[in-house]
């Protein structure tokens, strides 16, 4: 985590802003996970605090994180800690703050858990009523950054792609700009010989309909193929 991303900047800043909470009892150090569901795992994002560097790695399994498997949508108080994760810390406790998508509230809960933040409290800290509505409060304006970002980034990932197809079509049609005029050229040409020779009155008209509607087709074909060129680039002023 030596390069933070723009999202962990902003996660850190919220996370030192619920160590100035009154009267919760938190240590100022604290774990922000994200939830991997395909892999039905979690991932470190952001540790805030005095932390040695072994300390909640991305393949560090804290125990209080395999609770969310049957508590998805519950802040979790664990008063005492005794895990072998947390030995060096000293006696503490910890508040155990799901981040939930509130996006699609048909889908299954699992699917719902956006990630979780492990806050360090005095051992046999308590929450009343307000105190926990706070954290949850906390929890959305997390999730809501956390999703925002995965939307920009998804956004953008589909605005290059469209801009890919967009180029690639360009580029097909300017490359077939050549093979698409030289029959069309080849016809009017002829058309023009037949009108050279003896026509009658009305082979004459006919022969003459068609030029002049191959010559409408070529002008179609010629705006179209400058059109593609501009997208593609390739337009040449």
């Known amino acids: 985590l030596s390069s933070k991303s723009s999202l962990e900047k902003q996660l850190s800043a919220g996370m030192r802003h619920l160590f100035d909470l009154p009267n919760f009892n938190l240590k100022p150090k604290a774990y922000l996970y994200l939830f991997n569901s395909e892999k039905k795992s979690f991932e470190l994002i952001v540790k805030q605090g005095d932390f040695n560097d072994q300390q909640g790695d991305k393949q560090g399994k804290p125990f209080p994180l395999s609770e969310l498997k049957t508590h998805t949508n519950s802040l979790i108080i664990n008063t005492i800690c005794n895990e072998t994760f947390c030995a ?19 889908a299954r809960e699992q699917n719902n858990l956006v990630g979780v933040i492990l806050l360090y ?6 929450l009343d ?3 926990i509505e706070l954290l949850k409060e906390s929890a959305t304006i997390f ?13 953008k990932e589909a605005i290059t792609t469209a801009q890919q197809h967009s180029m690639l079509k360009g580029e097909f049609l300017a ?6 005029r030289t029959p069309m050229n080849g016809v009017l040409g002829m058309l023009g010989l037949l009108l050279n020779s003896k026509l009658d009155a009305e082979q004459k008209h006919k022969a003459t309909l068609a030029k002049s509607s191959a010559e409408s087709l070529l002008t179609l074909i010629n705006d179209i193929l400058d059109f593609s060129k501009v997208e593609a680039g390739k337009m040449e002023l």
């Open 88 to 106: 060096e810390h000293g006696t503490h406790g910890h508040y155990i703050v799901p981040l939930i998508s509130h996006i699609d509230d048909n």
């Open 143 to 155: 999730s809501n950054a956390i999703l925002r970002t995965r939307a920009n980034k998804l956004l």
């Open 129 to 131: 009523d307000d105190q």
């Open 175 to 180: 490359s077939m700009s050549h093979e698409i």
């Open 121 to 126: 409290t005095e051992p046999n800290s308590d």
